[in-house]
């Protein structure tokens, strides 16, 4: 059968885990037909499985010596794979896509890959991104990674390339799969289990198979280096609201003004301990920003948050007359994943159309008229984050495919023809579900007018006109967690939901076969129609909706559209065998889309593989590729969003303290934004000047991410040339190199709040300081809005080496060799053809080299493998320039940090792990990833929300055991 002969094919050349048409010959039985097999990249079926595009081949035994579980962290370990777009690290991640895995091809973004399983389209969420959790890797036999543009064949979103995951087809029996793992902490423990069972014959098959894993919590506080937000050289730095109460005075306005004071207290950072009392004015000192007045918020946060995912599967064929068969594939599968993060750092302007104050007649009010007299009291703005509250969300996602194939074969004129008709059914949905937020109605009245009762009892309103506890419970804000009663969390806590959802159904006929046969071989042709609906929605509650919660409001978004869509494609054999032409043939292929909200694309390819001797084969293409824009991008509602910045203008850490003409711009008001005062500084949360170029979270919530209608598709050119060596007289050894140029212009990006200000005040864009507003006395930025745009083009250039080689089989055993390295030579951007382009490549997650080598070794019933991974050095953000405090480059320029840089050493990660096949038929496999214990960088630009590691490196010794049993 085409897997059966494609897998066979594959392990011969590459052992499970190289590049296809790395080697010139196929070691095929004498006895098994030639047959005609379909390739990712390709949909001309052929015998010949060498292709002028880049294939790298994973296959479950190579999966599973990878000691890893899901998906997504396989495929993110490629050398080729960049950071992905969302992690289990990002606690304070906050759409729909958290909790799932994603993979960012050449750096590209997980958007501009498009992910196929069987080759068909897989779910997409609103905004693009493909789960691969969840797809279960017990039912993998590979997965094929096309590193190409693949446009012209797939369509919308092939610009990195493709991954296309193939599932097992058949089976005769079952096997039940256990695996566990965990971190030598004890924590992170996965596990995952899985059965699957078959039966059937050539006229019919039918395949089944449930699986369950999970991926355990990692709390931060469990190692030192995680323990705070920036490490243990840092360790009070970016502390924030203390859980103590802070209280000013207020201008007619309601802006805070006046005296700023701090309970008494004898807690420490971490919020531990007692205060003074919170309604005695002489509890208070005025506030300095010491220690014992910030938070640690990394310790109620998750560094690694924890998801499982259930799925269930079907999969079965049926011989029909006449040629045919039918063939249909259901998966049904449910994630779920929590996050944590600390309660929230409420303020008076949390949400700035509804500000909240302590109220002149709160009994807690330690001004109020209460304490100072009647007529003599005044309303506090306040600063408290209530820890007692810690946020949690549960998403809830669930992912349906149903695809049902007719396919068939003929031949016309004696030549071999197939055809086949489908349709392909992806539905995402889930509910996401938050607590811990404060709601913004009840907090005013918990803060507002109340007395002591008769009973000795706090209560709401007056003496004269009390408001029954059922109605309102007063909240005793500045008395710190000691203070909070139950009754009072219960009142003022809010909870919230969300619902989303995607859809896609798409019709499907191709047809392919021989034309001639010419001298050089079959002119091969696939022509083929889709017709495709893409839905979906994402829909917050009203509440959330009404920004009356400190939770992030957003608005819903709704929307639709259809593509239709036809494509062609060409294989021209021009020589073989001969004299310095073993082979020189041409693939070409063009798609013509019409989609309904934008339009026509028409994108095309060229290709060609050529052979001047049976050893070395040379390969290139030239491709177009498009992005449609998503659902998201068109319609989204946008959302609030407390961003981490550095505003440009502050005069110690930003662009404003080294670069003249930038604090001229900031000082003077430029094109409408308010000037800053002299000697401006940013603030933290906490109150106090921001203590290094990481910047902070933003004061006030920004509105981000609103749709924007008038998108167009981001557009592509792909080029490849490489070459592949086999030299005869090495059996068993292959290299290959291939060079890559991917150019992306009018390119959808999300605008991030640094990009906004750097803009604004560094670039002298007028066009983006329309969108930033000041606070007047402060000069604090508490207003930004930031969404989705066309901006400018994306370029990533570099090398990819893949050497394998199986020695001789000795006495001691068979090895192989396998090693897969990846080179990035530029990776850079820039908003406008007239503008300088700003260069990424060595800065962190922006890998110069990344490098996984493997050696296997084999010998009767037992099997090891040993591995390194090779990250090379990369530029981080400065801790301080000015102090050259790790700032070891302080004079160079960075396109993701300005002025300033600290370079990191490279990181090598050693994996190795020993394998026993039993006499009853099982296998037992157990590993330790990261032997020698390699420490994570402590990088500041990190995606991380709790840490200043990259979580998404092994943070210590991983050990895991997995056991297969056949039957």
């Not at 699957?196 to 006229?203: I, M």
């Not at 992005?627 to 509602?637: K, Y």
């Not at 590993?927 to 979580?951: C, E, H, L, M, W």
Request: net charge neutral; charged share 20%.
């Amino acid at each position: 059968m085409m897997e059966k002969i494609l897998s066979r094919s594959v392990r011969a050349i590459c052992l499970g885990g190289m590049t296809l048409g790395m080697t010139a010959a196929i070691a095929q039985e004498a006895s098994a037909p030639l047959q005609r097999v379909e390739v990712t990249g390709s949909r001309i079926r052929q015998v010949d499985l060498e292709t002028a595009q880049p294939i790298q081949v994973l296959n479950q035994e190579q999966i599973q010596k990878t000691g890893l579980v899901t998906v997504g962290d396989i495929l993110n370990n490629l050398s080729s794979a960049g950071a992905p777009d969302f992690s289990r690290s990002g606690s304070l991640t906050s759409n729909t896509e958290a909790g799932g895995q994603y993979v960012s091809l050449r750096n590209l973004g997980s958007n501009r890959l498009l992910v196929l399983v069987d080759g068909k389209r897989w779910t997409q969420t609103v905004a693009g991104y493909t789960d691969l959790s969840t797809i279960p890797s017990a039912m993998i036999e590979r997965m094929e990674i096309l590193k190409d543009g693949a446009s012209s064949i797939y369509g919308s979103d092939a610009i990195a390339g493709v991954v296309n995951i193939i599932l097992k087809k058949n089976m005769e029996g079952g096997q039940l799969s256990l695996y566990t793992g965990a971190f030598e902490e004890g924590d992170g423990r996965n596990k995952d289990f899985s059965l699957t069972y078959g039966a059937g014959n050539d006229k019919a098959s039918l395949m089944f198979g449930l699986a369950h894993t999970t991926q355990g919590r990692v709390d931060t506080q469990t190692r030192e280096i995680t323990a705070t937000s920036y490490g243990p050289a840092h360790l009070t730095d970016g502390f924030g609201t203390s859980p103590w109460g802070r209280i000013r005075q207020l201008t007619p306005g309601g802006s805070p003004t006046g005296f700023n004071q701090i309970i008494n207290h004898t807690g420490s950072y971490d919020g531990k301990g007692t205060s003074s009392p919170s309604r005695n004015p002489n509890s208070y000192h005025p506030y300095a920003g010491a220690v014992a007045d910030t938070y640690n918020s990394s310790q109620d946060m998750d560094l690694l948050s924890p998801n499982k995912l259930d799925t269930l599967f079907v999969k079965g064929e049926i011989a029909l007359p006449k040629d045919m068969r039918l063939k249909t594939t259901a998966m049904y599968s449910q994630r779920e994943s929590t996050r944590q993060i600390a309660g929230y750092p409420l303020q008076s302007a949390s949400q700035a159309k509804y500000p909240v104050y302590i109220d002149k007649d709160s009994y807690f009010n330690p001004y109020g008229n209460q304490v100072a007299g009647a007529g003599l009291g005044q309303d506090l703005y306040f600063y408290r984050r209530t820890i007692e509250l810690p946020r949690i969300t549960e998403n809830e996602n669930r992912t349906l495919h149903i695809d049902a194939t007719l396919e068939g074969e003929f031949t016309f004129r004696d030549l071999a023809w197939n055809w086949d008709v489908g349709y392909n059914h992806n539905k995402v949905s889930g509910v996401s579900r938050d607590s811990g937020n404060i709601n913004l109605l009840t907090l005013k009245r918990a803060l507002g007018p109340s007395f002591m009762n008769a009973s000795g009892q706090v209560q709401c309103g007056t003496a004269a006109s009390p408001i029954a506890f059922a109605d309102c419970t007063p909240f005793d804000i500045l008395g710190g967690p000691s203070a909070s009663t139950p009754e009072a969390l219960k009142y003022i806590n809010t909870s919230g939901a969300k619902t989303y959802g995607s859809t896609i159904n798409s019709a499907t006929a191709n047809i392919g076969g021989e034309l001639w046969q010419l001298p050089a071989g079959a002119l091969g042709l696939a022509v083929g129609i889709e017709h495709r609906e893409v839905k979906g929605s994402d829909v917050p509650d009203q509440f959330s909706q009404s920004g009356y919660s400190t939770n992030l409001s957003g608005l819903p978004t709704y929307g639709r559209y259809t593509v239709r869509e036809a494509y062609g494609e060409l294989n021209i054999p021009v020589l073989k065998n001969q004299p310095f032409a073993e082979l020189l043939s041409f693939n070409l292929a063009t798609r013509h889309s019409d989609y309904s909200n934008f339009g026509v694309t028409n994108n095309s390819k060229a290709s060609f593989m050529y052979k001047p001797v049976k050893d070395v084969l040379v390969r290139g293409t030239w491709a177009e590729g498009f992005r449609a824009p998503t659902l998201d991008d068109l319609a989204g509602g946008g959302s609030q969003s407390f961003d981490t910045f550095l505003d440009p203008c502050d005069t110690r850490f930003g662009e404003a303290s080294r670069n003249p003409a930038v604090a001229a711009r900031c000082a003077s008001g430029f094109a409408g934004v308010r000037g800053t005062p002299a000697s401006y500084r940013q603030l933290l949360q906490a109150g106090t000047p921001i203590t290094s170029t990481n910047g902070t979270q933003s004061l006030v919530a920004f509105q981000s991410g609103a749709g924007n209608s008038f998108l167009s598709p981001e557009t592509a050119v792909t080029k490849t040339a490489g070459f592949v060596y086999s030299p005869s007289f090495v059996p068993g050894l292959s290299v290959g190199l291939d060079w890559y140029n991917i150019k992306i212009d009018n390119r959808i990006t999300a605008i991030g709040a640094t990009y906004v200000a750097n803009q604004c005040f560094i670039e002298g864009v007028s066009n983006f300081c329309s969108s930033i507003q000041r606070d007047p006395v402060t000069g604090q930025i508490n207003q930004l809005a930031r969404g989705n745009a066309n901006l400018g083009e994306m370029e990533t250039e570099g090398l990819d080496l893949a050497i394998n080689y199986r020695f001789p089989r000795s006495a001691y055993g068979q090895f192989g060799l396998r090693s897969e390295t990846s080179y990035t030579d530029k990776f850079r951007t820039r908003s406008g053809a007239d503008q300088e382009w700003n260069e990424y490549a060595g800065d962190y997650f922006y890998n110069r080299v990344k490098s996984n080598n493997t050696i296997d070794w084999t010998k009767g019933n037992w099997s090891a493998s040993w591995g390194f991974r090779y990250f090379s050095p990369v530029k981080d953000q400065c801790w301080d320039v000015d102090l050259g405090v790790e700032c070891n480059m302080p004079t160079v320029e960075t396109a993701s940090f300005g002025t300033g840089a600290n370079k990191l050493g490279s990181v090598t990660i050693h994996d190795v792990s020993v394998g026993y096949k039993t006499s009853w038929n099982g296998n037992i496999r157990v590993g330790v990833n990261n032997a020698f214990d390699k420490k994570p960088r402590i990088a500041y630009s990190t995606q991380a929300s709790a840490s200043a590691v990259d979580a998404d490196m092994l943070l210590d010794r991983f050990f895991y055991v997995r056991y297969n049993q056949n039957f």
